[in-house]
């Protein structure tokens, strides 16, 4: 049974980071990579790291060769999703427009993620209007 994804800590979450940007890897180049983004971790560490996220159920372990290889048993979207759920319920009551609202007058966007994000609310207003004209029909009859 999967943990939460809040029970993730910092160190854990950069390793698991490391499955999902790198793909299937042994405790060796799991931290090499963390010593290449600037963490220096000993080889004992990160395999502490490795055997409480398959404990946990967030990555799973091929034991069939020499070494063991490490693979990210969840997806970043799953847990992405989880974390900010979690985060809109602590800091926002669970509403999503204040969180929204917030990033975009705080952070800066590429003109690509604008564009995204502007064809996002065409597409949730269209949503909108076909789901309150249903709503009208149903309302008359």
Same mark, same amino acid.
């Given at each position: 049974?999967?943990? @939460?994804?809040?029970?993730?800590?910092?160190?854990?979450?950069?390793?698991?980071?490391?499955?999902?940007?790198?793909? @299937?890897?042994?405790?060796?180049?799991?931290?090499?990579?963390?010593?290449?983004?600037?963490?220096?971790?000993?080889?004992?560490?990160?395999?502490?790291?490795?055997?409480?996220?398959?404990?946990?159920?967030?990555?799973?372990?091929?034991?069939?060769?020499?070494?063991?290889?490490?693979? *990210?048993?969840?997806?970043?979207?799953?847990?992405?999703?989880? !974390?900010?759920?979690?985060?809109?319920?602590?800091?926002?009551?669970?509403?999503?427009? @204040?969180?929204?609202?917030?990033?975009?007058?705080?952070?800066?966007?590429?003109?690509?993620?604008?564009? $995204?994000? $502007?064809?996002?609310?065409?597409?949730?207003?269209?949503?909108?209007? !076909?789901?309150?004209? !249903?709503? *009208?029909?149903?309302? !008359?009859?």
């Amino acid at each position: 049974m999967l943990s @939460p994804e809040s029970d993730l800590g910092t160190a854990e979450l950069e390793v698991l980071k490391t499955l999902w940007d790198e793909g @299937p890897a042994t405790v060796r180049e799991v931290m090499n990579h963390l010593h290449e983004r600037g963490r220096k971790v000993a080889y004992t560490t990160v395999l502490t790291f490795l055997t409480r996220l398959e404990q946990k159920g967030y990555v799973t372990s091929d034991k069939s060769g020499m070494a063991y290889v490490y693979r *990210a048993k969840v997806t970043r979207e799953k847990v992405s999703k989880s !974390r900010l759920r979690s985060l809109l319920a602590e800091l926002y009551d669970g509403a999503a427009a @204040p969180l929204v609202l917030q990033l975009v007058r705080d952070e800066r966007f590429t003109r690509e993620e604008l564009d $995204q994000l $502007q064809g996002l609310i065409e597409e949730l207003d269209v949503k909108s209007r !076909r789901g309150k004209s !249903r709503s *009208a029909r149903r309302t !008359r009859r």
